[in-house]
């Protein structure tokens, strides 16, 4: 008998995800593909009505959504899609300047290829032309992760990934008032055509001229509707 193999444990297959997972799933898409809006109220019954389910597994996936930060949960106005600030987004990009960049910058010294995002990149290109932008923010998303993936820092991956559907929340908002995907796209190319031949120092400049980029155009955005 191998002295290593550990007695009396059992193997399971992992459990299917659950009806609480598949709800939040099916929330987290309609939200960031603007079907449900910012500062839509999210009813509890209504939402189980309309996904054929009981509400626990509705009140679970938005306590899971509250956490992922899409969801705002207020004492007295109950549960609703988050509401887009300035304050707000300055915060997640100041974050994302922090970090982003130098994950590129490691991702670009790697030896392997950048396949996944430059297909990702190809179907936020199909999705503009099409004019069906209303999943980009999504797929733009997914570039950027195959981006800095490649870093290959689980850390730094884990940091960023937990910004993701607020960041792809924020910039599907931010189109909606001021379209901005088409100069984006063009800093995606360039961003991965740096990382892909190896310059590392220019893609992480590439990278956080984009998000202060990004930053700089939203927050204008809203601080002129707030001024309205």
Same mark, same amino acid.
């Given at each position: 008998? &191998? #002295?290593?193999? +550990?007695?009396?444990? =059992?193997?399971?297959? $992992?459990? #299917?995800?659950?009806?609480?997972?598949?709800?939040? !799933?099916?929330?987290?898409?309609?939200?960031? &593909?603007? *079907?449900?809006? #910012?500062?839509?109220?999210?009813?509890?019954?209504?939402?189980?009505?309309?996904?054929?389910?009981?509400? =626990? +597994?509705?009140?679970?996936? %938005?306590?899971? %959504?509250?956490?992922?930060?899409?969801?705002?949960?207020?004492?007295?106005?109950?549960?609703?899609?988050?509401?887009? !600030?300035?304050?707000?987004?300055?915060? /997640?990009?100041?974050?994302?300047?922090?970090?982003? +960049?130098?994950?590129?910058?490691?991702?670009?010294?790697?030896?392997?290829?950048?396949?996944?995002?430059?297909?990702?990149?190809?179907?936020?290109?199909?999705?503009?032309?099409?004019?069906?932008?209303?999943?980009?923010?999504?797929?733009?998303?997914?570039?950027?992760?195959?981006?800095?993936?490649?870093?290959?820092? #689980?850390?730094?991956?884990?940091?960023?990934?937990?910004?993701? !559907? /607020? =960041?792809?929340?924020?910039?599907?908002?931010?189109? @909606? /008032?001021?379209? =901005?995907?088409?100069?984006?796209?063009?800093?995606?190319?360039?961003? /991965?055509?740096?990382? $892909?031949?190896? &310059?590392?120092?220019?893609?992480? @400049?590439? *990278?956080?001229?984009?998000?202060?980029?990004?930053?700089? *155009?939203?927050?204008?955005? %809203? !601080? $002129?509707?707030?001024?309205?």
């Amino acid at each position: 008998m &191998d #002295p290593a193999a +550990p007695t009396g444990a =059992t193997l399971a297959l $992992e459990q #299917p995800a659950s009806r609480a997972d598949r709800v939040r !799933d099916a929330l987290r898409r309609a939200i960031l &593909d603007g *079907t449900l809006a #910012p500062g839509r109220p999210l009813v509890e019954r209504e939402l189980a009505e309309l996904l054929g389910v009981s509400k =626990t +597994p509705v009140r679970e996936a %938005l306590k899971q %959504l509250h956490s992922s930060g899409l969801v705002e949960i207020n004492a007295y106005q109950g549960v609703s899609v988050r509401r887009i !600030d300035a304050d707000t987004v300055r915060q /997640l990009y100041t974050a994302r300047a922090a970090v982003e +960049p130098a994950a590129v910058r490691l991702a670009s010294h790697q030896a392997g290829s950048f396949v996944a995002a430059r297909a990702a990149l190809v179907d936020a290109a199909v999705l503009v032309s099409s004019g069906e932008t209303a999943g980009l923010g999504i797929a733009n998303r997914r570039f950027h992760r195959e981006l800095y993936l490649a870093c290959g820092n #689980p850390f730094l991956c884990g940091f960023l990934d937990q910004l993701q !559907d /607020l =960041t792809a929340f924020v910039a599907t908002a931010g189109w @909606r /008032l001021r379209a =901005t995907f088409v100069r984006e796209a063009a800093e995606h190319e360039a961003m /991965l055509d740096a990382a $892909e031949r190896g &310059d590392a120092a220019l893609a992480e @400049r590439l *990278t956080r001229e984009h998000i202060e980029n990004a930053l700089t *155009t939203i927050t204008a955005v %809203l !601080d $002129e509707q707030d001024a309205r």
